[in-house]
């Protein structure tokens, strides 16, 4: 835990991932911060679109990796963004908010118009404040969670 007074304002840095090194990064907060949270074997939480081509934005604090985003295509106009995970210790600073915001900036200048995600109920709120709607109908159930798909027009 962060002493009481170290309080971050702003990240660091955010890194658009495409390196071995990036993805470790992005690795190592979805590991500490999900699979060993919610008790996710890792051939769970790391599944067929985490790839060598796949994109990730992580959120670095000096050196230690404390926020990513994954991002793969679904199709030509659509990206989906997941595993927006943030390290307990780090959230409630507007980081989360950075990395997808991150994400999208990538996505548009990659061609894409549509920013897909699918979030737990509990997060739905956090989306909405950023533009995102809820598909009506679109409950999907996970093996670790209940999700809900939301998307936003990037254009």
């Known amino acids: 835990m962060l002493p009481l007074p170290y309080r971050i304002t702003r990240v660091m840095e955010l890194i658009r991932a495409t390196t071995t090194a990036g993805r470790a990064g992005a690795y190592y907060v979805r590991i500490q911060a999900m699979a060993r949270k919610h008790h996710i074997p890792l051939d769970v939480e790391f599944d067929e679109h985490d790839t060598p081509e796949t994109r990730y934005v992580v959120a670095v604090d000096d050196f230690l990796p404390i926020a990513t985003c994954r991002l793969y295509a679904l199709d030509e106009s659509r990206v989906m963004l997941g595993r927006i ?56 159930e996970g093996e670790t969670f209940v999700c809900y798909r939301m998307e936003k027009s990037l254009v």
């Open 85 to 140: 995970v943030v390290l307990p210790e780090y959230r409630h600073r507007g980081i989360g908010t950075q990395v997808v915001a991150e994400a999208e900036d990538w996505a548009r200048e990659m061609g894409f118009s549509i920013a897909v995600l699918e979030s737990r109920d509990n997060k739905i709120p956090f989306y909405q404040s950023m533009g995102y709607v809820l598909c009506i109908g679109q409950k999907i």
